[in-house]
């Protein structure tokens, strides 16, 4: 049935899977994609959206690199939003609302239109080891498909179990059963593994809501876009989401079911993620708080079904139903399906290397929920590297990671094989020590060079990043070279209460003080004269704004990237024993020995390993 042997296997067609697939077949590797449910490729199984804060850079990253799901964001998007603008531009985040179903399809005909790529549906029970390297999967019917390397990205699906109130039953997903068999395999052969827990709200049917009583959320005046190629255009009508709140009454009803919740009564053990509670979390860790925000949100351009974004729940679905009723909004409301929760088995994530290849199974590498990460773009990312890794050591190719001035995907990575998890991780601007250089804006600058050098990303990608950063870089150079006179600048200025100027200066001057923007320099005829001789797009003018007004801000976060990042060329020897050096605290003994660092810059970020720590085994290195 399978006579050839597979470059990579990708086992789980989630947001990982589908970008690991993608990877791997556009580097050339012969590619097949396993899942359970060939039409359950890219489901969205929580919310319906793409990116936020922090998840929107990633997009971007994952785009400019030359994966698949910008784009598909942008050709089923019925609603786009940039967050934080009244921020800086390092906050600055891309987020759509999706239709999930088109979103779905999208993404199925992206990869059926990849060359390279096989799918088959089946559950993959079991790898196949030989010599502590994997060399195929074994499927539930006893299948075997031999593989040069196996992307693992099982989501929610290993061992899951779903909690609804007292009920509880086996599931990877709403309606689809769980995988069983790896955890246990993998288990033997020596790896640690744990559970952890996420949820999902009720889904409701949108006719039987009072909008008129909602605060409605449209999107952005002027919506942008998340590929930075041409080949998709930004919404030109766009559906509205809608803001209400919960009520002490809500709450009252929601904590009768406490007594029935998993999540209080010793069922559910496993962690949940901190930063995306369930409303029964909520109310009883902040019960100083009488309402929190529900965000409604429409499923698609024509369904009429609906998503309770901020109403996670695992409570009976009786009480699920008579609180949200008590919701203004909702009096009426009517169930698709209620809530749940879903523990799952993860794999503490220090058992991974940089590529995201395991240390102790070689060509086998772990991508998505698995890792113990919440959220589609942390899983779309990981999937992305691990695709191209796995591509490349077949090819017998240098390994692709990212650094953390480099990536928020880096930052992701890092994070995870350096300090764990416990709890599900979700990436914030927070964890980007260098966010001034990890923009939003310019993803394509940094990563698309790369992802050419590498093979995936296209050399029409490529070329439209250079002419962007071309374009960009000549206008801010127009602005250094050109002055204004102060009858010309002082009416600009003195409509900002910007102080005035007495005598011409340079543009880039101007420009450069905090409350003028780029819409105050077009009213300079020589700014509007060279944007439409140049036939510049939003994004060059955007760009070039950025780096004239937080030009000292970039060039100092620079630098200090520059200097921290020395210590990520000074390379540990693979296996180092670290208990001949005793002048090292224990805990640091123990936690080096464990993660096996590759450089020292990465040693000092580990949890327990303190700056003395590392100057000693600088010493001891001879450094």
């Known amino acids: 049935m399978f006579n050839d042997v597979y470059d990579v296997i990708v086992v789980g067609a989630g947001h990982a899977g589908s970008e690991a697939a993608a990877a791997a077949a556009n580097m050339g590797s012969k590619t097949l994609l396993v899942t359970m449910n060939l039409q359950n490729i890219a489901q969205m199984s929580c919310n319906p959206a793409m990116g936020g804060i922090a998840k929107g850079q990633i997009v971007r990253e994952i785009d400019a690199l030359g994966g698949y799901s910008g784009i598909v964001s942008d050709t089923s998007a019925i609603q786009f939003k940039m967050l934080n603008k009244s921020k800086g531009p390092a906050m600055w985040s891309p987020r759509v609302q999706s239709d999930r179903m088109r979103f779905a399809e999208d993404w199925r005909l992206m990869l059926e239109g990849t060359p390279n790529l096989d799918f088959y549906q089946e559950m993959v029970s079991g790898l196949l080891i030989e010599n502590h390297k994997v060399v195929g999967v074994k499927t539930s019917l006893g299948v075997e498909i031999r593989a040069k390397s196996v992307v693992l990205t099982n989501g929610t699906f290993l061992n899951g179990l779903i909690h609804i109130g007292d009920k509880n039953f086996g599931g990877g997903r709403a309606g689809e059963k769980a995988a069983t068999g790896i955890t246990e395999q993998l288990v033997d052969l020596g790896f640690d593994s744990g559970r952890m827990k996420t949820g999902t709200p009720p889904r409701v049917d949108g006719r039987s809501l009072d909008y008129s009583k909602m605060i409605e959320q449209p999107g952005d005046e002027n919506p942008e876009k998340f590929s930075y190629l041409d080949i998709t255009k930004p919404l030109q009508n766009q559906r509205s989401c809608y803001m209400t709140y919960t009520s002490e009454v809500v709450h009252d009803l929601l904590r009768t079911g406490f007594d029935r919740s998993p999540m209080f009564n010793g069922r559910i053990k496993s962690l949940g993620p901190r930063y995306c509670p369930s409303i029964e979390d909520k109310i009883n860790r902040f019960a100083d708080k009488d309402r929190h925000q529900l965000f409604v949100e429409p499923e698609g351009w024509n369904t009429c079904e609906v998503y309770v974004n901020g109403f996670s729940t695992s409570l009976p679905e009786d009480v699920q139903f008579k609180a949200l009723r008590s919701v203004v909004g909702f009096e009426n409301v009517k169930f698709f399906r209620p809530g749940y929760a879903i523990e799952y088995d993860y794999f503490p994530p220090t058992q991974l290397k940089h590529t ?28 992305l590297m691990a695709g191209i890794n796995a ?82 870089e000549k206008f ?60 510049l797009d939003n994004e060059v003018i955007e760009q070039a704004e950025i780096q004239v007004k937080y030009s000292g801000y970039i060039s100092k976060e620079k630098n200090n990237a520059d200097k921290l990042s020395r210590l990520e060329y000074v390379k540990i020897p693979a296996n180092f024993d670290y208990s001949q050096i005793k002048s090292m605290s224990f ?35 001879g450094r």
């Open 391 to 472: 591509s490349l050591k077949v090819q017998e190719k240098d390994p692709f990671t990212l650094k953390r001035d480099e990536a928020y995907i880096g930052v992701l990575i890092d994070d995870l094989i350096t300090k764990g998890t416990e709890e599900p991780y979700r990436m914030f601007t927070s964890r980007a020590e260098y966010r001034t250089l990890l923009r939003q804006d310019n993803a394509d600058l940094r990563l698309t060079p790369k992802g050419y050098e590498i093979g995936l990303a296209s050399e029409k990608r490529l070329r439209r990043m250079e002419e962007k950063h071309e374009a960009a």
């Open 476 to 535: 801010v150079q127009f602005f250094a070279e050109t002055s204004v006179k102060p009858e010309d600048a002082n009416p600009v200025l003195e409509s900002r209460d910007s102080s005035l100027i007495r005598q011409s200066d340079k543009m880039f001057k101007i420009f450069s003080r905090p409350n003028i923007g780029i819409e105050d320099m077009r009213k300079f005829e020589a700014v509007e004269t060279y944007i439409k001789d140049n036939d």
């Open 356 to 383: 995201l290849e395991t240390k102790l199974i070689e060509g086998l590498y772990f991508a998505g929920q698995i890792n113990g990460t919440t959220g589609y773009e942390e899983a779309a990312s990981q999937g």
């Open 587 to 621: 805990e640091a003994r123990e936690k080096l020995k464990k993660i096996q660092p590759t450089t020292v810059s990465q040693a000092s970020r580990i949890s327990g390993v303190s700056p003395n720590d590392i100057s000693v085994l600088l010493v001891y290195m």
